[in-house]
C-alpha cells in the first residue's frame, strides 16, 4: 500500500461515519508503522499492549478488534471502487424522491461526463443503456409516451452485449488455447453473425473484437489481420490501458505464431504491434520489461534487418529489464547484432560474459557461438562445443519442450560438420532432414548452411 493510501485509509477510520471504536484506529496505526517503517510485524501480546494500556492479554478481544479493522478496509476499498456508479446512484435517487429540477440537472452533468471519456468500451455502452433506462422510468411515469426512448435503450444494450460476449469468446479461446480443454460458447455463432450487420459497422469496437475472435480460426486471411492491426492502432484510446494491452498481446502472439510456421511477411506487422506496446507503455508491467518480451522485439528487428532501432531499444529498455537478468539478457541481444553484422569476434565476447544460470538464456548463447564456429567453418571448435552443450543438456532438469528442439539443432549441426564435401547424394539427404524435422527453430539458418 503507498503512503497516499495509507493516510487515505486512516482520514476514513477516524470518521464516525464509517468507524466508531477507537482501538481499531490504534490497531491501523501500530501495524502501518511496524510493517510499512519498521518493516516488522509485532506479536499479537504487543498489539494488545499498545491498543488497551498494558491490561491483560486477551486473545479474544484482539481478535475482534482484528475483525472490525478488517471490515472497515473492506469498506474503504469498496468505496474507492464505486466512485463511477455515484452519479447514477444520485439520478435514481433524485427520480424516485421526484426531484425534477435536480433529476435533469445530475441526467445532463451525468451525460456529459460519459461522454467527455475517450473509452468506448462494452462499459462505455453499458453506462449509456443504463443513463437511457432512468431517462425512461422519469419520462414514463410523466405520460411522456411520445418521447419514450425504448429504441435507444435496445441499441445501447446491444452493443453492451455484443461487446461483452465478443471479449468473453476471446478470453475462453485464448484459454482454450492454453489448457487444451474445450469450453462452451453459447450462442457464439449467432453472436458473430449478429455483430457483422450494418447497423454496427460504425462501431470500431465491436469491428475489432469480431476481427480478434477471427484470430482464433486457422481461416483467418492475412488482410483481416492487417485490418485488425490498422484498426486497433487507430482505435486504441477508446479502450482502458488493460483491455488495449490484452488485444495488442493477441495480435503480437498470432503473429509470431505465424512467423514460427514460416511466413516472413508477419515479420514487419509484429514489430509494429510491439513498437505501438513500447511507445504507449502497454507492454511494462509495474515498470519492468519481461525479458521474453524484450528479446523477441531485438530478435524480430534483427531479422527484418533494422540493426540501429534494435541498438537504440536495447539501450533505451535495459534498465527496465529485472536486475537479475538484466546483464545477461542484454549481453546476450548485443551478441545477435555482432553475429548480424559477422563481427564474430564482438559476438564471443559478449557471449563470454554471459554468467546467468537461467536454462533458456544460456541455450540460446550456446545456440549462437554454435553458428559462429559453423560460419566461420571452425568445425573442430564446432563439434567440441556440440559434445559440451550436450553434457550440460543431460545436467540440466526441468527442460520442458525446448530439449527437443535443442536436441535437434545439435544432430543437425552434427550432421553438417560431418558431411562429405563432395557427395551431392549426402547432402540432400541432410537437407531433406532439416526440411523435416520438427521442431526446429534454427532451420533457416542450417538450410543456408549448405550454400555457405
Not at 541481444?333 to 546467468?356: C, H, M, P, Q, V
Not at 541455450?363 to 557461438?369: D, E, K, N, P, V
Amino acid at each position: 500500500m503507498q503512503e497516499v493510501e495509507r493516510r487515505q485509509l486512516l482520514q476514513w477510520l477516524l470518521s464516525p461515519a464509517h468507524n466508531k471504536r477507537n482501538e481499531v484506529v490504534l490497531l491501523y496505526q501500530e501495524l502501518a508503522e511496524a510493517v510499512h517503517l519498521l518493516k516488522v510485524f509485532p506479536s499479537p501480546e504487543r498489539l494488545h499492549k499498545r491498543i488497551f494500556s498494558g491490561a491483560p492479554y486477551n486473545a479474544q478481544q484482539l481478535r475482534q478488534v482484528c475483525h472490525y479493522l478488517l471490515r472497515a478496509i473492506e469498506n474503504w476499498l469498496v468505496f474507492r471502487q464505486t466512485p463511477s456508479d455515484e452519479n447514477l446512484l444520485l439520478l435514481r435517487a433524485y427520480r424516485e424522491r421526484q426531484l425534477g429540477r435536480l433529476f435533469e440537472q445530475t441526467y445532463r452533468r451525468l451525460l456529459s461526463k460519459i461522454e467527455q471519456q475517450t473509452h468506448r468500451n462494452p462499459e462505455y455502452y453499458f453506462q449509456r443503456w443504463q443513463l437511457a433506462r432512468e431517462r425512461y422510468a422519469w419520462d414514463s411515469a410523466r405520460g411522456r409516451t411520445a418521447k419514450l426512448n425504448l429504441e435507444e435503450q435496445e441499441r445501447y444494450l446491444q452493443i453492451a452485449t455484443l461487446g461483452m460476449k465478443l471479449r468473453q469468446a476471446c478470453l475462453s479461446k485464448a484459454e482454450q488455447q492454453i489448457s487444451n480443454q474445450t469450453i462452451e460458447i453459447p450462442m457464439l455463432a449467432e453472436i458473430v453473425d449478429h455483430a457483422k450487420l450494418e447497423a454496427f459497422e460504425a462501431i470500431p469496437m465491436i469491428k475489432i473484437y469480431t476481427l480478434a475472435l477471427r484470430l482464433y480460426e486457422p481461416q483467418m486471411q492475412e488482410s483481416e489481420f492487417q485490418t485488425f492491426t490498422h484498426l486497433l492502432d487507430e482505435n486504441a484510446a477508446i479502450f482502458p490501458k488493460e483491455e488495449t494491452r490484452d488485444l495488442l498481446l493477441l495480435g503480437i502472439n498470432y503473429s509470431i505464431k505465424r512467423i514460427n510456421s514460416g511466413q516472413q511477411q508477419y515479420l514487419r506487422s509484429c514489430l509494429t504491434l510491439f513498437q505501438s506496446g513500447l511507445a504507449n507503455e502497454l507492454l511494462l508491467e509495474q515498470g519492468r520489461l519481461d525479458a521474453l518480451t524484450y528479446n523477441n522485439i531485438a530478435g524480430i528487428a534483427i531479422r527484418l534487418g533494422e540493426l540501429e532501432w534494435a541498438i537504440d531499444f536495447l539501450d533505451a529498455y535495459r534498465l527496465k529489464l529485472d536486475p537479475r537478468s538484466r546483464a545477461a539478457v542484454y549481453a546476450l541481444n548485443k551478441a545477435r547484432i555482432a553475429y548480424e553484422r559477422k563481427t564474430y569476434d564482438e559476438a564471443l565476447e559478449f557471449l563470454s560474459s554471459i554468467k546467468d544460470r537461467d536454462f533458456i538464456h544460456q541455450m540460446s548463447a550456446r545456440i549462437l557461438q554454435l553458428k559462429v564456429y559453423l560460419d566461420t567453418t571452425e568445425i573442430d571448435s564446432a563439434l567440441n562445443h556440440i559434445r559440451n552443450t550436450r553434457t550440460f543438456l543431460k545436467r540440466q532438469k526441468n527442460k520442458g519442450y525446448h530439449a527437443k528442439n535443442y536436441d535437434n539443432i545439435l544432430q543437425l549441426a552434427e550432421g553438417w560438420c560431418k558431411l562429405p564435401p563432395y557427395d551431392m547424394a549426402k547432402q540432400q539427404q541432410w537437407l531433406e532432414l532439416v526440411e523435416q524435422t520438427t521442431p526446429l527453430t534454427e532451420r533457416r539458418w542450417l538450410l543456408q548452411l549448405i550454400n555457405s
